[in-house]
């Protein structure tokens, strides 16, 4: 694959990536650390992401077609798979426990909300 399509798919997955983060980290995690049973589960989905923001920045400063970049690529893509597994088997079982439905209903519209205008924002920052 050509170097500027990799850019190109590249960039729509990191602002895809960046943008979910910070909503999630806003308006999911940020409520769980708030209880004690959510404390541990919050700090290891934040340095989850953590770990993967340092990676697509390694990958940012990198050119696509360099020797070892799709390495890297695949180093993010077992990262969040490992992390989508763990959220989805661990982390949301355990605020589902752990959040009211008030809660939840209010949380998710305020994760719509702040995960379109992250969107937007990583949007124009990569132009
Ligand atoms: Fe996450
Ligand atoms: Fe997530």
Redesign the pocket.
């Known amino acids: 694959m050509p170097g500027p399509r990799r850019n190109e798919l590249f960039r729509t997955l990191w602002i895809e990536l960046a943008a979910?983060?910070a909503a999630?980290?806003r308006y999911l995690?940020c409520e769980l650390l708030l209880d004690d049973r959510g404390l541990h589960a919050s700090r290891d989905?934040l340095a989850?992401?953590h770990k993967m923001d340092e990676i697509v920045e390694t990958l940012k400063s990198r050119d696509p077609d360099a020797r070892g970049w799709m390495n890297t690529v695949k180093k993010l893509s077992k990262e969040l798979h490992d992390?989508?597994r763990e959220?989805e088997r661990i982390?949301f079982q355990l605020a589902g426990k752990i959040l009211t439905k008030l809660q939840k209903r209010t949380l998710a519209i305020r994760y719509r909300r702040n995960y379109l205008v992250m969107h937007a924002k990583y949007e124009d920052e990569s132009r």
Request: zero cysteines.
């Open positions: 979910h983060e999630e980290e995690y989905a989850d992401h992390h989508l959220e982390f």
